[in-house]
């Protein structure tokens, strides 16, 4: 039961983290603002390096990853590609990270409590990405404006 728990709690994580990554990388091209640039490129850095910690996980485990759901990558795409061109603003950056983290951090921490049996060294993964997750959200605040 541990294996199976650990590999699949390490499979969301992939998937997430995958998410996570390709949406700042999106972002960053609507970013004009120097200090939110700078947040999310060391954002995107703290991801990367989770996702390779992860990725030695999954290779230790003889396991790929897994891929986020079409669904939830079509919807990215969506948002980005249209919301994003068109408002074109660090304020719509700020509002779809601050969507797309606070969605991971809900994700992530239901397959946590799913996940019980999983390794310590595979939940405290989780843990790290959903703390990166909260962070940025709460960093992506001084951007955001009332609508």
């Known amino acids: 039961m541990i294996e199976k728990d650990t590999i699949k709690l390490l499979r969301e994580c992939d998937a997430g983290i995958k998410m996570g990554v390709q949406s700042i990388e999106d972002s960053l091209k609507y970013t004009s603002n120097g200090e939110l640039k700078r947040t999310l490129e060391k954002n995107l850095a703290g ?3 989770i996702q390779e910690k992860l990725q030695g996980l999954l290779n230790s485990y003889h396991d790929s990853g897994k891929e986020p759901p079409a669904m939830a990558k079509g919807m990215a795409w ?7 061109a068109t408002e074109s603003s660090d304020d719509a950056v700020a509002d779809f990270i601050t969507d797309g983290c606070n969605m991971g951090v809900k994700s992530l921490s239901g397959y946590l409590n799913n996940y019980k049996a999983a390794d310590e ?3 405290n993964i989780a843990k790290e990405l959903i703390c990166l997750e909260e962070r940025l959200s709460v960093d992506m605040r001084g951007y955001l404006s009332a609508k």
């Open 121 to 123: 060294k595979s939940k």
């Open 78 to 84: 969506l948002k980005t590609n249209f919301k994003l």
């Open 47 to 49: 991801h990367v390096e």
